[in-house]
């Protein structure tokens, strides 16, 4: 069975950090671009950042731009969102997706996704 796990999310208080891990199962994540995506409440889901299956090429919305670093552990079959200096904007559930070869900016080109992970940024 194909599947994404995501994990890492919480409460966190304004300018803290969190890590979060997208880790697969049933296939090997080395040829394939990992999204991450948002979603906050009434608001239409997001693209956060995206990594190529080489790692070498890494995409950041604006407004994570500085504060949020992707990597990818292809041994540990596991990407990983770092996210420094959150805001209560970036309040959503964060969820990780993959397609193959490239990154795109679009959720519905993505084929596999996980079930989502909240992360909630409050005092």
């Known amino acids: 069975q194909l599947q994404l796990v995501e994990s890492g999310g919480g409460l966190v208080q304004p300018g803290g950090s969190l890590r979060l891990s997208c880790a697969a199962s049933g296939f090997t994540l080395d040829s394939y671009a990992i999204g991450w995506f948002r979603q906050a409440p009434g608001k239409e889901r997001e693209g956060v950042s995206c990594i190529r299956p080489s790692g070498g090429s890494i995409n950041y919305a604006n407004s994570v731009k500085g504060r949020f670093t992707l990597s990818r552990d292809n041994a540990k079959n596991t990407v990983f969102l770092r996210m420094n200096s959150l805001k209560p904007e970036d309040t959503a559930i964060y969820y990780c997706?993959?397609?193959?070869?490239?990154?795109?900016?679009?959720?519905?080109?993505?084929?596999?996704w996980g079930q989502g992970t909240q992360v909630t940024v409050s005092s």
């Open positions: 997706a993959a397609r193959r070869n490239s990154c795109s900016g679009y959720s519905y080109e993505y084929d596999y």
